[in-house]
């Protein structure tokens, strides 16, 4: 069965300072790869996605993410945060074939210090 | 787009009373996931349609939860009779020719 694994269940970091939040993935084959943010009390957002082709794939908010194929991961990162990117972050893997949902990790906490 | 639109935002009930809950994708999307969101247990996904036909209900829980979709611009989640157990966060998401997901605001159910 697939899943997600989200070691950092809380992290916090300075604001400026370099982020990466790490994601791994157990899966048959190469899935499709999301990482969405949700804040206090909204709806999932999608950050960024990959489904092929670059493994280092560009997403809004400055987000970034890469694929390593041999380590099963995608780690999200971003060079600078912001106060107002203190959120819950989820790495979600999908199937390339079929219409099944997303599997979730079980997320990230992110705070941020000023 | 007005997005994923999701009602009520929060619901309130007792025990044995029944909740339904309400979800309209974006115009143009053929799938819709419903998820629900615990702090034990994450996101899940407990059904999802295509079309307007159910494809794959494993996630349903129990029986006391039922899902309809009876026109491509309207769905509802069903709990007959609620329990405290289901207190939780329930999304809708939709899903165009693109393989990502979009999700509602949620609405936030307490049983008490």
């Known amino acids: 069965a697939q899943s997600v694994t989200q070691p950092d269940i809380h992290i916090t970091v300075s604001e400026g300072a370099s982020l990466e939040l790490r994601c791994n993935y157990s899966y048959g084959a190469t899935p499709y790869l999301f990482w969405y943010v949700q804040s206090p009390g909204q709806g999932l957002q999608l950050l960024l996605k990959y489904f092929s082709g670059d493994t280092l794939v560009q997403g809004i908010k400055g987000f970034e993410a890469e694929f390593k194929r041999s380590q099963s991961s995608f780690n999200l990162r971003k060079p600078s945060v912001h106060w107002s990117d203190a959120a819950e972050y989820f790495c979600?893997?999908?199937?390339?074939?079929?219409?099944?949902?997303?599997?979730f990790g079980k997320g990230t906490h992110l705070i941020i210090q000023p | 787009d007005a997005g994923v639109i999701q009602s009520p935002r929060h619901e309130v009930t007792e025990m044995g009373q029944e909740v339904t809950l309400r979800c309209k994708p974006i115009s143009g999307h053929d799938y819709l996931f419903w998820y629900r969101q615990t702090m034990m247990r994450g996101l899940e996904l407990l059904i999802y349609?295509?079309?307007?036909?159910?494809?794959?209900d494993s996630g349903m829980p129990e029986d006391r939860f039922s899902a309809k979709m009876p026109n491509a611009s309207f769905s509802t989640l069903k709990i007959q009779p609620s329990e405290p157990r289901d207190s939780a966060v329930y999304f809708c998401?939709?899903?165009?020719?693109?393989?990502?997901?979009?999700f509602g605001p949620g609405t936030r159910l307490t049983v008490t």
């Open positions: 349609f295509n079309n307007n036909v159910p494809i794959d």
């Open positions: 979600a893997v999908g199937p390339r074939g079929g219409a099944d949902g997303l599997t």
């Open positions: 998401a939709s899903r165009g020719q693109g393989r990502e997901q979009y």
